[in-house]
């Protein structure tokens, strides 16, 4: 029996699988005041030593404020800026300077403005020649035997799995499931929602992973029942599925900026038990008897988007990833005067981070290292206006890539996503799986 429809049909979930996937991906806020500003340039990018003027404009209601104060900051991305200054916006729309940037990389216009007593903000950054931006940082030589090595004794401990089924969570075509599986030592988990559809067959699935934060998850049945096996996994070593008051506890104590925990240590530092993680998910997967045994992606957003970039570079099991806004890249970009990647490591409000051994420890994390390893087609998607993951790195790391890519550039976006930038991406990606599953189970 085959287990997915004919390709033909799958354009009729595409939609709702596009959408559901990363619903959580935040929204722009929509305030009173408009503050519109972009580059003249239509595609905001530019050629190095060409000039860059912004047009601004301050609307209320749809319209045009006359006589307005604005204030406005230019410079490089996360960088002291160049060029301050105020004016009166006489006109409907008025034009800024913002002068010639020699070099590749991005130069944001700041606009502040003050209404009734509440104060507005909004950005606009335009590329000036971004495919030509090369990383920072460099992999060290034992990059792979490090990696190999903590695969390997990864995969000495056994999976004890548990699974528990969720019985209010479940639907006529999925069954949900709360897992743990064990990662490393025997108190050392991972905790995750995997929902499967209950139709005999076998499926393709994806891997979620997830942005930073410490939270509760659903799971995502939505996709399930477009027959693919979803494992939505948190990071942190802790249930999903407990009270939010909890998670807000951990957040503001023990799990406080975990991203720079043990960071002088390459062998301790957090995220090595998470992306090792991310690898026994991949396990558990595999364990199912559901699964296909071949078609799997992994996916996610932000912190996610790195996880994704990773997870596909150590593990030849992955066969497709979609990362939207990816953090941790080019983390060594702020110690080169230019910007880097969150968790803004080594930005000057961290300059306690600026030691040898910190440094050293970053590269064998870094988005960028990994991506310079992928060998599998990959999709992803970002904006110009990101001030949480910000252009200049996310670029560092996508020049390296040497595998098939895609890129979808919403350029006014910052840390957030439109529905159809969601849409779009994701739709390749589900077709692609549903396709390929089709394929094999033929």
């Known amino acids: 029996m085959k287990s997915v429809q004919p390709f033909l049909k799958y354009q009729l979930v595409v939609f709702f699988v596009a959408c559901s996937i990363f619903e959580s991906i935040a929204q722009p806020s929509i305030e009173v005041i408009n503050i519109l500003v972009a580059p003249q340039h239509t595609d905001w990018k530019y050629k190095a030593n060409e000039e860059i003027v912004f047009s601004v404009s301050v609307l209320k209601a749809g319209n045009p404020i006359k006589d307005i104060a604005i204030k406005y900051e230019i410079g490089m991305e996360q960088m002291p800026p160049l060029k301050t200054g105020s004016l009166v916006l006489k006109n409907s729309q008025q034009q800024i300077n913002g002068g010639k940037v020699a070099v590749p990389g991005f130069l944001r216009c700041v606009i502040m403005v003050e209404v009734d007593g509440t104060s507005y903000r909004n950005i606009a950054t335009a590329a000036v020649e971004p495919?030509?931006?090369?990383?920072?940082?460099?992999?060290?030589?034992?990059?792979?035997?490090?990696?190999?090595?903590?695969?390997?004794?990864?995969?000495?401990?056994?999976?004890?799995?548990?699974?528990?089924?969720?019985?209010?969570?479940?639907?006529?075509?999925?069954?949900?499931?709360?897992?743990?599986?064990?990662?490393?030592?025997?108190?050392?988990?991972?905790?995750?929602?995997v929902s499967i559809p209950t139709k005999p067959g076998k499926y393709p699935a994806v891997l979620e992973v997830p942005g930073a934060g410490i939270r509760p998850y659903d799971g995502d049945v939505e996709t399930a029942e477009a027959v693919i096996i979803t494992f939505e996994i948190g990071i942190n070593g802790i249930p999903v599925t407990m009270d939010k008051s909890v998670y807000a506890?951990?957040?503001?104590?023990?799990?406080?900026?975990?991203?720079?925990?043990?960071?002088?240590?390459?062998d301790r530092y957090y995220y090595k038990r998470v992306y090792l993680g991310c690898l026994k998910s991949n396990d558990f997967i595999f364990s199912l008897p559901q699964f296909d045994g071949e078609t799997l992606a992994v996916s996610g957003g932000s912190q996610g988007g790195a996880l994704s970039i990773i997870t596909a570079a150590l593990d030849s099991r992955v066969k497709y990833l979609y990362s939207f806004y990816p953090a941790l890249c080019d983390l060594t970009g702020y110690l080169n005067d230019r910007a880097g990647g969150w968790p803004h490591i080594f930005a000057s409000y961290n300059a306690f981070n600026n030691k040898k051994e910190k440094i050293e420890t970053s590269k064998y994390y870094d988005v960028v290292n990994f991506a310079r390893?992928?060998?599998i087609p990959g999709v992803y998607s970002f904006g110009y206006n990101d001030d949480v993951c910000p252009p200049t790195s996310m670029y560092a790391a996508y020049n390296t890539i040497t595998a098939p890519k895609q890129l979808f550039i919403y350029e006014n976006t910052g840390h957030w996503t439109y529905p159809e930038?969601?849409?779009?991406?994701?739709?390749?990606?589900?077709?692609?799986?549903?396709?390929q599953a089709d394929k094999h189970n033929k």
């Open 373 to 375: 390893l992928l060998k």
């Open 249 to 266: 506890n951990l957040a503001a104590g023990p799990l406080r900026d975990y991203w720079y925990s043990n960071l002088d240590d390459r």
């Open 421 to 435: 930038q969601s849409q779009k991406v994701h739709s390749l990606m589900i077709n692609e799986l549903l396709k």
């Open 131 to 193: 495919e030509k931006i090369e990383a920072t940082t460099n992999m060290p030589k034992d990059f792979l035997d490090f990696w190999n090595g903590a695969r390997n004794e990864s995969v000495k401990n056994p999976l004890d799995a548990k699974m528990t089924l969720m019985p209010s969570k479940c639907t006529e075509k999925v069954n949900v499931y709360e897992v743990s599986i064990r990662n490393g030592s025997a108190d050392n988990r991972i905790f995750g929602i």
